[in-house]
């Protein structure tokens, strides 16, 4: 194999979302030849969620840096988000006047008597390195007199928070508007940076290796691929093409909801875009207990469009293999299925009665019509790993061959330096990232962990936006289980 030191090393990647564009773009900037292979046709639908089925086609996603008592990942963060304000600015520059992310805040909210170890963890990181001014705890007067006096009161009164309610408004962190990202990123990375993208249902789909050892492997449409070096970064189908990654991470399904404001509504409109509303999330963190209302979060508009998702319980769709693993599946894979569970769609409901009671207030002047409406539902899929820590190494058993997922619901934030450790991997250099996300073994009692966590989507009816009317959804929130078995 040739030395990786050789600018014109070839690298195919398998993946066009955050982990692989990220690499393409560290590798590209380096000197490497790259190839980006993806089924879906990612250029030419920018990476819409309407039309493809990825996590990193969505939307908008959280940029924090709170990881509770985590250094490593917290300065790592940090690095990120300069480097996301560098790309505005350079936007900017280029005559692109809207921003790829907003520092809106983000509100994490709890009812448990006191903040759970993620958010202790983090105010006392706050407390160390001298940023704890950038905290707003919604229980502390002295923190409410400092919000309003650094202009962030508006915000913390922005949600209702019914009795009992602790938590904290994070002024460091924001929303991204994640396809217009991607699609920015992968038209960079074709256009100024020689990046070859193949895509397509035959052409970009992996199918499988030539043998044993190579680096080389087939695509759906017959043709075998040659590089020296191959980067798997496959998110929740990672498992189904690396078997040995099956007891080390699983394939979850979060749950999407998308309202939409009535366009009329222009009080409304105000009152949930950035500028007024943050991010605000019921429960986030891993140390929560399996509920529907927990791990609730939603997103100020973004052209009126209110996105909401569930994470509180994560579902599963076993496989029949000999080896058996959670295999995703999507309104691509299976048009039929643009639809949510339904304890998901009932927590969503719940939480935005208990937090927006003003969405659910019917107007009169219209027929006792709710001024919103779902518009969409779908299941987005994750890459859990038993740890939350990534998986950026060489495959042990596949020399060449990197291996480059298990995002676990917070790899887009990373999507500017992600690469950069697929890049230290290839090169053989040693980081602290790189011993982070090297190959390991998940030990039993984290298998058991996890599958508690768990809940097997065929257990549950799905609920669609097609067929379920917003008023019948909120009305299902707050009526008996035999009542909401009838949506």
């Known amino acids: 194999m040739p030395s990786s030191s050789k600018a014109t090393q070839t690298v195919n990647i398998v993946g066009a979302g955050v982990f692989g564009l990220s690499s393409a773009l560290h590798l590209a900037l380096d000197g490497f030849q790259v190839t980006?292979?993806?089924?879906?046709?990612?250029?030419?639908?920018?990476?819409?969620?309407?039309?493809?089925?990825?996590?990193?086609?969505?939307?908008?996603?959280?940029?924090?840096?709170?990881?509770?008592?985590?250094?490593?990942?917290?300065?790592?963060?940090?690095?990120?988000?300069?480097?996301?304000?560098?790309?505005?600015?350079?936007?900017?520059?280029?005559?692109?006047?809207?921003?790829?992310?907003?520092?809106?805040?983000?509100?994490?909210?709890?009812?448990?008597?006191?903040?759970?170890?993620?958010?202790?963890?983090?105010?006392?990181?706050?407390?160390?390195?001298?940023?704890?001014?950038?905290?707003y705890d919604l229980t502390l007067d002295e923190d409410q007199r400092r919000a309003a006096r650094d202009g962030w009161a508006a915000k913390m009164d922005a949600f209702t928070r019914p009795k009992g309610t602790i938590g904290v408004l994070d002024s460091t962190a924001g929303v991204v508007r994640a396809a217009d990202a991607c699609h920015y990123l992968a038209r960079r990375l074709a256009d100024e940076l020689g990046v070859r993208f193949v895509t397509g249902e035959t052409q970009g789909r992996f199918s499988h290796w030539l043998d044993g050892n190579s680096?080389?492997?087939?695509?759906?449409?017959?043709?075998?691929h040659h590089a020296d070096r191959v980067v798997m970064a496959l998110g929740p189908w990672s498992a189904e093409h690396v078997p040995e990654l099956r007891p080390n991470l699983e394939a979850t399904a979060g749950s999407v909801m998308i309202f939409e404001i009535d366009a009329e509504r222009t009080d409304l409109l105000a009152r949930h875009d950035a500028a007024h509303m943050p991010i605000l999330h019921i429960k986030p963190g891993h140390d929560i207990e399996v509920e529907s209302d927990g791990g609730v979060y939603a997103f100020?508009?973004?052209?009126?469009?209110?996105?909401?998702?569930?994470?509180?319980?994560?579902?599963?769709?076993?496989?029949?293999?000999?080896?058996?693993?959670?295999?995703?599946?999507?309104?691509?894979?299976?048009?039929?299925?643009?639809?949510?569970?339904?304890?998901?769609?009932?927590?969503?409901?719940?939480?935005?009665?208990?937090?927006?009671?003003?969405?659910?207030?019917?107007?009169?002047?219209?027929?006792?019509?709710?001024?919103?409406?779902?518009?969409?539902?779908?299941?987005?899929?994750?890459?859990?790993?038993?740890?939350?820590?990534?998986?950026?190494?060489?495959?042990?058993?596949r020399p060449g061959v990197v291996l480059c997922t298990g995002?676990?619901?917070?790899?887009?934030?990373?999507?500017?330096?992600?690469?950069?450790?697929?890049?230290?991997?290839?090169?053989?250099?040693?980081?602290?990232?790189?011993?982070?996300?090297?190959?390991?073994?998940?030990?039993?009692?984290?298998?058991?962990?996890?599958?508690?966590?768990?809940?097997?989507?065929?257990?549950?009816?799905?609920?669609?936006?097609?067929?379920?009317?917003?008023?019948?959804?909120?009305?299902?929130?707050?009526?008996?289980?035999?009542?909401?078995?009838?949506l």
């Not at 549950?460 to 009317?469: G, K, R, S």
Request: proline residues 6%; glycine residues 6%.
């Open 36 to 135: 980006l292979f993806d089924r879906n046709d990612l250029l030419a639908t920018q990476y819409s969620s309407v039309i493809n089925d990825g996590a990193s086609c969505d939307m908008n996603k959280i940029v924090r840096t709170a990881y509770g008592g985590d250094t490593l990942i917290q300065s790592w963060a940090n690095e990120s988000l300069r480097e996301w304000q560098k790309w505005d600015e350079e936007r900017r520059k280029a005559g692109k006047e809207e921003p790829l992310l907003d520092l809106c805040g983000y509100a994490r909210l709890d009812n448990a008597p006191q903040h759970r170890s993620y958010e202790a963890g983090h105010l006392a990181y706050c407390d160390a390195n001298g940023t704890r001014h950038t905290q």
């Open 215 to 224: 680096t080389s492997f087939v695509t759906a449409d017959g043709r075998t």
């Open 300 to 397: 100020p508009h973004q052209g009126g469009l209110l996105k909401i998702g569930s994470r509180g319980v994560r579902y599963t769709n076993p496989s029949h293999d000999s080896l058996p693993y959670s295999r995703p599946i999507t309104s691509v894979t299976s048009p039929s299925l643009a639809a949510v569970p339904r304890p998901a769609a009932i927590g969503v409901a719940r939480f935005i009665a208990n937090h927006f009671p003003h969405l659910v207030e019917p107007d009169e002047s219209k027929g006792n019509a709710l001024p919103i409406k779902l518009v969409r539902t779908r299941l987005c899929w994750y890459t859990d790993t038993y740890d939350k820590n990534f998986f950026i190494c060489e495959l042990p058993f």
């Open 407 to 486: 995002g676990s619901g917070h790899g887009f934030k990373f999507l500017p330096v992600l690469g950069q450790v697929t890049l230290d991997v290839i090169k053989g250099r040693q980081t602290a990232l790189t011993d982070r996300f090297r190959w390991r073994t998940r030990p039993q009692q984290a298998r058991e962990a996890v599958t508690a966590h768990s809940s097997l989507l065929y257990d549950h009816d799905l609920i669609a936006a097609a067929n379920v009317p917003a008023e019948r959804l909120f009305q299902a929130a707050v009526t008996p289980a035999e009542t909401q078995a009838r």
